[in-house]
């Protein structure tokens, strides 16, 4: 089992940085490739950033590249996401999510683990 929990959400203004941290326990954290998905007030929850098990693949949605910047630290048992230059529309619950082996990287029934989500506001 892995147990996942999110923290560092918050209100700020367009333009702004927050840094986003979940924090895992379990040892199906171990070896697994991990994401950050968004659901925002009547949409769906959708893919924004994920990362192998040696952080030595990232993918991104279009939506947030060049802006976002996954990371993990796995001594910490830690999985990061640094968001640059926020804007309205980031504006969301975000979920960290453990993926299962193999499953596809964007679709979120490949995930089998999630956090409880952590408030992120962009004031425009």
């Known amino acids: 089992q892995v147990q996942l929990v999110e923290s560092g959400g918050g209100l700020v203004q367009a333009g702004d940085s927050l840094r986003l941290s979940c924090a895992a326990s379990?040892?199906?954290?171990?070896?697994?490739?991990m994401a950050w998905f968004r659901q925002a007030p009547g949409k769906e929850r959708d893919f924004v950033a994920g990362i192998t098990w040696s952080g030595g693949t990232t993918n991104y949605a279009d939506s947030v590249k060049g802006r976002f910047t996954v990371s993990r630290d796995n001594a910490k048992n830690a999985v990061y996401l640094q968001m640059n230059s926020l804007k309205a529309e980031d504006t969301a619950v975000y979920y960290c999510?453990?993926?299962?082996?193999?499953?596809?990287?964007?679709?979120?029934?490949?995930?089998?683990?999630w956090g409880q989500g952590t408030q992120v506001t962009v004031s425009s």
């Open positions: 379990g040892r199906a954290f171990i070896g697994s490739a």
């Open positions: 999510a453990r993926r299962r082996a193999g499953a596809a990287v964007g679709s979120r029934y490949s995930y089998d683990y």
